[in-house]
């Protein structure tokens, strides 16, 4: 990955990530990593563990931000999501996944589509 493009990666984390502590939601990790992938942000939405994939893009040529999250990676996620479970212990009432998409403007903030329990 390029560095032009890791940075658009961590500003996108960094805006969902504000986001979402606006929306209530407390963040349990950022970034949590193991040998198989990396779950870009764990989260608390009252009794709820969410796990959330952040999606940047700088503009539409290639569809929306959400659309970029395949079945493989719905895959992927949820057995990271399980390795994280195991790794920290934790057994939640309930938990969902969701996708935060960030779209830069040209002026402006950037726009924010927070789509809950995306699969």
Known sequence: ???ERQAVGAY???????HLQQQGLV???????????E???VLR?????????VKTRRGAGF???????????VR??????????DET??????MRFDVVEVLPQRRGAPRVVHIRAAF
């Open 45 to 53: 939405d009252g009794d709820t563990l969410v796990f959330c994939e």
């Open 27 to 37: 963040i349990l990790h950022r970034n949590w990593r193991c040998r198989d992938g």
């Open 63 to 73: 569809g929306t931000p959400a659309e970029a999250v395949t079945q493989h990676k």
């Open 76 to 85: 992927k996620l949820r057995v990271l999501a399980g390795r994280w479970l």
């Open 1 to 3: 990955m390029t560095t």
């Open 89 to 94: 212990g934790i057994h939640p009432r309930a």
């Open 39 to 41: 779950i870009d942000l």
């Open 12 to 18: 996108g984390e960094r805006v969902a990530a504000q």
